[in-house]
């Protein structure tokens, strides 16, 4: 049996689509569970999302050994491990930065609340945009970060602000003590090596669609998993 | 010399971190273009982006021979080079499919103009939404993809609608002859192998994110630019 990765002390990342099928088998078996299901096999688990089941085997066995051969995988237990490897087994208070319209769009998107991604904190620098509240969420000067950071236990930040302003907020949430950010700006961030940053450039994600429409036929479902990550 | 792939008769797919280094590149090569630069060393452009720069020689031999050993890379050629690969040296006339808070976002998100992506009209099938326009572009009925397919030619879709509805709309956009799908439906499509789907399930990359936070440090860079693609 592999080491489980989240349990090692020097841990090597999974690489980036392992993590994203990862996320796909975890929404997956959740579906089945709420259909009743008991257990699914590799091939079942593949099938449902165009995968076969040997990369499904194989990304599982990245992790760990789960389920056993021939029985397959008891569909309560693997969701429990999933979550507890993507550590979406407890809740990440999120601070969402930039209300303008893809950061309005965000903090309506119901898919974080499935996660437990849970905006707790706004901000935004533009004075006619303090005081106002989202959601019921006031406001704030990214300036009381630290504060907010001390006082919610913030843990990720998604930053939605224009490009020419991200590195600079970006280095406030880092100094705030947030560990993780999502950003929505389309430019890069530089952060220490202890931050981990996912880039969610959406012009990115179009061009790889228009080099697979104008270069690639048949990479439809490939696409789409390894996209997801 | 490598053969390029978008010219070979059976192209195999570049990876995915792949491309989307290459959309950064491109991004950068741009701003350096912009600074009046007129060559650029593997080193520089690695360094801009935090990438070594045998990273970038090896990604840009991926799709042929670019630059000259020692003397480095004509920016203005291989930003022609590298649109051409991506295919976004031409326009993308560009359906969005769904105006919630996330669509309307979606179609004020600026850094799709910039890259020909032009949103060029718009479906939601709720009543209350046909009739009214958004930047001027009326909202019509996804039973009228064929025509809009025809008069405008369009060739992506972005699809924003709810999870439960985006199977049924990715099938009309298929049929309609649409061969790009950007899914940000938190669910996946199934579509025929002649066409490309690239998922944003912003839950995923969070998702990812919490990975990366939960069990690693010191991924933050890589993390940044393989998820950009």
Redesign the interface.
């Known amino acids: 049996m592999r080491e489980p990765?989240?349990d090692t002390s020097s841990?090597k990342?999974?690489p980036?689509?392992v993590?994203?099928r990862?996320?796909?088998y975890?929404?997956q078996l959740e579906s089945f569970g709420r259909q009743g299901r008991e257990t699914v096999s590799s091939s079942q688990l593949g099938q449902a999302?165009?995968l076969n089941d040997a990369q499904v085997r194989k990304d599982l066995a990245y992790f760990g050994q789960f389920g056993q051969p021939g029985l397959g995988y008891r569909i309560d237990d693997l969701v429990v491990e999933i979550r507890g490897?993507?550590?979406?087994d407890r809740d990440?208070p999120?601070a969402l930065i930039g209300l303008g319209?893809?950061g309005?769009?965000?903090l309506?998107?119901k898919?974080?609340r499935?996660?437990r991604?849970r905006v707790v904190s706004l901000f935004d620098n533009d004075p006619r945009k303090q005081g106002h509240a989202f959601d019921g969420l006031p406001v704030r000067h990214t300036d009381e970060l630290p504060a907010a950071v001390a006082d919610e236990g913030l843990?990720?930040a998604m930053i939605c602000v224009p490009a020419d302003a991200a590195q600079r907020v970006a280095d406030q949430v880092v100094s705030a003590g947030i560990?993780?950010?999502?950003?929505f700006a389309?430019t890069?961030?530089?952060?220490?090596?202890?931050?981990?940053?996912?880039?969610?450039?959406?012009?990115?994600?179009?061009?790889?669609?228009?080099?697979?429409?104008?270069?690639?036929?048949?990479?439809?479902?490939?696409?789409?998993?390894?996209?997801?990550?």
Chains 1, 2 share one sequence.
């Not at 490897?85 to 979406?88: D, K, N, P, R, Y």
């Not at 560990?179 to 950003?183: E, P, T």
């Not at 981990?196 to 990115?204: C, G, K, T």
């Open positions: 990765h989240h841990p990342p999974a980036k689509a993590v994203g990862l996320s796909l975890l929404r999302l165009g490897i993507l550590g979406v990440w999120t319209n893809l309005r769009a965000l309506g998107y898919g974080f499935l996660r991604f843990r990720l560990r993780g950010i999502l950003n389309p890069s961030l530089f952060v220490p090596p202890e931050v981990s940053v996912v880039a969610v450039d959406l012009s990115v994600q179009l061009e790889h669609l228009a080099y697979s429409v104008h270069n690639l036929h048949g990479s439809g479902a490939t696409d789409d998993v390894s996209a997801a990550g």
